[in-house]
Protein backbone atom coordinates (compact mmCIF):
# COMPACT_ATOMS: atom_id res chain seq x y z
CA UNK A 1 0.00 0.00 0.00
CA UNK A 2 2.80 2.36 1.13
CA UNK A 3 4.88 1.37 -2.69
CA UNK A 4 1.31 2.97 -4.55
CA UNK A 5 2.49 5.91 -3.01
CA UNK A 6 6.27 6.34 -3.52
CA UNK A 7 7.19 4.88 0.17
CA UNK A 8 9.50 2.60 0.33
CA UNK A 9 10.34 0.13 3.53
CA UNK A 10 13.90 -1.14 3.53
CA UNK A 11 12.81 -3.93 5.51
CA UNK A 12 16.19 -5.31 6.87
CA UNK A 13 15.72 -1.89 9.15
CA UNK A 14 12.11 -3.04 10.03
CA UNK A 15 11.42 -4.53 13.20
CA UNK A 16 7.98 -5.92 15.01
CA UNK A 17 7.47 -6.32 18.61
CA UNK A 18 4.53 -8.56 20.09
CA UNK A 19 2.23 -7.62 22.81
CA UNK A 20 -0.66 -9.73 24.09
CA UNK A 21 -0.84 -11.69 20.49
CA UNK A 22 -2.25 -14.91 20.26
CA UNK A 23 -0.68 -15.63 16.89
CA UNK A 24 3.19 -16.47 16.33
CA UNK A 25 3.55 -16.56 12.58
CA UNK A 26 6.32 -14.52 10.98
CA UNK A 27 5.24 -10.95 9.63
CA UNK A 28 6.77 -10.83 6.23
CA UNK A 29 7.20 -7.98 3.73
CA UNK A 30 7.72 -8.05 0.44
CA UNK A 31 8.26 -12.26 1.49
CA UNK A 32 11.03 -11.21 4.07
CA UNK A 33 10.84 -11.64 7.07
CA UNK A 34 10.12 -8.78 9.61
CA UNK A 35 12.86 -9.14 12.86
CA UNK A 36 10.50 -10.00 16.21
CA UNK A 37 12.20 -8.19 19.15
CA UNK A 38 11.49 -7.84 22.59
CA UNK A 39 12.53 -3.86 22.80
CA UNK A 40 13.87 -1.32 20.40
CA UNK A 41 14.73 2.10 20.26
CA UNK A 42 12.74 4.72 19.04
CA UNK A 43 13.71 8.76 18.68
CA UNK A 44 15.83 8.12 21.31
CA UNK A 45 13.72 6.15 23.90
CA UNK A 46 13.53 2.63 24.46
CA UNK A 47 10.05 1.10 24.22
CA UNK A 48 9.61 -2.39 25.34
CA UNK A 49 7.30 -5.19 26.03
CA UNK A 50 6.09 -4.51 29.18
CA UNK A 51 4.51 -0.96 27.83
CA UNK A 52 5.91 1.27 30.98
CA UNK A 53 9.13 3.40 31.40
CA UNK A 54 11.29 0.71 33.53
CA UNK A 55 13.92 -0.25 30.53
CA UNK A 56 13.48 3.37 29.22
CA UNK A 57 14.42 5.10 32.59
CA UNK A 58 17.49 2.41 32.64
CA UNK A 59 18.87 3.65 29.60
CA UNK A 60 18.54 7.26 30.39
CA UNK A 61 20.02 6.53 33.42
CA UNK A 62 23.33 5.32 32.03
CA UNK A 63 23.15 7.72 29.34
CA UNK A 64 23.12 10.82 31.85
CA UNK A 65 25.99 8.66 33.70
CA UNK A 66 28.03 9.17 30.64
CA UNK A 67 27.19 12.12 30.43
CA UNK A 68 28.23 13.65 33.71
CA UNK A 69 31.16 11.28 33.48
CA UNK A 70 32.62 12.61 30.33
CA UNK A 71 32.58 16.56 31.77
CA UNK A 72 33.86 15.41 34.82
CA UNK A 73 37.29 17.65 34.58
CA UNK A 74 34.26 20.51 34.27
CA UNK A 75 33.29 19.77 37.82
CA UNK A 76 37.26 19.43 39.49
CA UNK A 77 37.66 22.84 37.68
CA UNK A 78 38.56 25.36 40.79
CA UNK A 79 38.22 28.53 38.52
CA UNK A 80 34.58 27.48 37.62
CA UNK A 81 31.79 29.02 39.66
CA UNK A 82 29.60 26.82 41.46
CA UNK A 83 26.70 28.53 39.50
CA UNK A 84 27.87 27.94 36.18
CA UNK A 85 28.82 23.88 36.72
CA UNK A 86 25.13 23.56 38.42
CA UNK A 87 23.97 25.49 35.37
CA UNK A 88 25.86 22.89 32.72
CA UNK A 89 24.62 20.12 34.98
CA UNK A 90 20.90 21.10 34.17
CA UNK A 91 21.86 21.61 30.75
CA UNK A 92 23.84 18.79 29.70
CA UNK A 93 23.31 16.10 32.35
CA UNK A 94 19.76 16.62 33.71
CA UNK A 95 18.40 17.19 30.12
CA UNK A 96 19.55 14.06 29.07
CA UNK A 97 17.75 12.07 31.49
CA UNK A 98 14.47 13.42 31.59
CA UNK A 99 14.31 13.23 27.45
CA UNK A 100 10.95 11.37 26.97
CA UNK A 101 10.11 11.44 30.98
CA UNK A 102 6.27 12.65 29.98
CA UNK A 103 5.57 9.41 29.02
CA UNK A 104 6.87 7.74 31.80
CA UNK A 105 5.04 5.23 34.52
CA UNK A 106 7.22 5.99 37.41
CA UNK A 107 6.74 3.92 40.37
CA UNK A 108 8.19 4.95 44.08
CA UNK A 109 11.39 2.78 43.80
CA UNK A 110 12.24 4.59 40.14
CA UNK A 111 11.86 7.64 41.59
CA UNK A 112 14.08 7.08 44.47
CA UNK A 113 16.42 5.40 42.16
CA UNK A 114 16.59 9.20 40.02
CA UNK A 115 16.36 11.30 42.47
CA UNK A 116 19.36 9.64 44.34
CA UNK A 117 20.86 9.59 40.91
CA UNK A 118 20.74 13.58 41.07
CA UNK A 119 21.76 14.35 44.60
CA UNK A 120 25.13 11.85 44.33
CA UNK A 121 25.95 14.34 40.96
CA UNK A 122 25.15 17.46 43.08
CA UNK A 123 27.43 16.35 45.86
CA UNK A 124 30.29 15.57 43.52
CA UNK A 125 29.92 19.06 42.15
CA UNK A 126 29.57 21.00 45.43
CA UNK A 127 32.26 18.69 46.72
CA UNK A 128 30.34 17.54 49.56
CA UNK A 129 32.02 14.29 51.28
CA UNK A 130 30.08 11.76 51.97
CA UNK A 131 31.10 11.88 55.63
CA UNK A 132 29.36 15.33 55.85
CA UNK A 133 25.55 15.15 56.62
CA UNK A 134 23.87 17.56 54.77
CA UNK A 135 20.46 16.77 53.54
CA UNK A 136 18.69 16.49 50.48
CA UNK A 137 16.70 19.16 51.57
CA UNK A 138 19.35 21.68 52.14
CA UNK A 139 21.17 21.12 48.91
CA UNK A 140 17.40 21.87 47.21
CA UNK A 141 17.85 25.30 49.39
CA UNK A 142 21.40 25.85 47.86
CA UNK A 143 20.92 24.95 44.54
CA UNK A 144 16.93 25.80 43.83
CA UNK A 145 16.87 22.60 41.63
CA UNK A 146 14.00 20.25 42.46
CA UNK A 147 13.72 16.69 43.36
CA UNK A 148 13.92 14.59 39.37
CA UNK A 149 10.83 13.18 40.85
CA UNK A 150 8.49 16.60 40.97
CA UNK A 151 10.05 17.50 37.79
CA UNK A 152 8.86 14.91 36.28
CA UNK A 153 4.98 15.49 37.70
CA UNK A 154 5.36 18.87 36.24
CA UNK A 155 6.52 18.16 32.63
CA UNK A 156 4.08 14.75 32.55
CA UNK A 157 0.85 17.57 33.53
CA UNK A 158 2.27 20.19 30.92
CA UNK A 159 2.29 17.52 28.37
CA UNK A 160 -1.36 16.56 29.51
CA UNK A 161 -2.62 20.13 29.37
CA UNK A 162 -1.45 20.15 26.02
CA UNK A 163 -2.90 17.39 24.93
CA UNK A 164 -6.35 18.20 26.91
CA UNK A 165 -6.70 21.54 25.15
CA UNK A 166 -6.76 20.26 21.41
CA UNK A 167 -10.23 19.53 19.63
CA UNK A 168 -12.11 16.07 20.72
CA UNK A 169 -11.47 14.60 17.95
CA UNK A 170 -7.48 14.80 17.94
CA UNK A 171 -5.87 11.45 17.80
CA UNK A 172 -3.44 12.53 20.48
CA UNK A 173 -6.71 12.90 23.01
CA UNK A 174 -8.90 9.77 21.95
CA UNK A 175 -5.52 8.08 22.37
CA UNK A 176 -5.41 9.33 26.17
CA UNK A 177 -8.76 9.03 27.05
CA UNK A 178 -9.05 5.59 25.41
CA UNK A 179 -10.19 2.49 27.32
CA UNK A 180 -10.55 -0.46 26.70
CA UNK A 181 -13.92 -3.33 26.56
CA UNK A 182 -14.48 -6.15 28.06
CA UNK A 183 -13.51 -7.26 31.97
CA UNK A 184 -10.04 -7.21 33.08
CA UNK A 185 -8.40 -10.27 34.83
CA UNK A 186 -8.79 -10.65 38.26
CA UNK A 187 -6.33 -9.26 40.65
CA UNK A 188 -4.53 -5.89 41.22
CA UNK A 189 -4.64 -4.22 38.14
CA UNK A 190 -1.41 -2.74 36.47
CA UNK A 191 -0.01 0.22 37.58
CA UNK A 192 0.02 1.95 34.14
CA UNK A 193 1.05 5.82 32.75
CA UNK A 194 -2.74 6.94 33.16
CA UNK A 195 -3.14 4.99 36.67
CA UNK A 196 0.45 7.01 37.75
CA UNK A 197 -0.59 10.24 36.17
CA UNK A 198 -4.17 10.99 36.64
CA UNK A 199 -5.45 8.75 40.05
CA UNK A 200 -1.88 8.36 42.23
CA UNK A 201 -0.96 12.11 41.37
CA UNK A 202 -4.38 13.89 41.30
CA UNK A 203 -5.02 12.32 44.97
CA UNK A 204 -1.65 13.29 45.65
CA UNK A 205 -2.34 16.88 44.85
CA UNK A 206 -5.78 17.18 46.68
CA UNK A 207 -3.99 16.19 49.75
CA UNK A 208 -1.85 18.40 49.81
CA UNK A 209 -4.01 21.20 48.59
CA UNK A 210 -4.03 23.81 45.75
CA UNK A 211 -1.38 23.79 43.71
Not at 36 to 59: H, M, R
Not at 76 to 82: D, F, L
Not at 163 to 172: C, L
Not at 182 to 205: F, H, L, N, S
Request: glycine letters at 8%.
Amino acid sequence: MAGRIGLNMNVKKCKHMRMNNRVDAPLKINNIEVEDVEEFIYLGAKVSKDGGGTEDIKNRLGKARGAFRNLRRIWTNGAIGRKTKLTLFKTLVRSVLLYGSEAWKVTKREEQKLDAFQFKCIRRILKIPWTELVSNDRIMQQTGINRISVEIRRRRWNWIGHIMRKETGNHARVAMEWAPEGRRKVGRPKTTWRRTAIKRETRMAGEAGPM
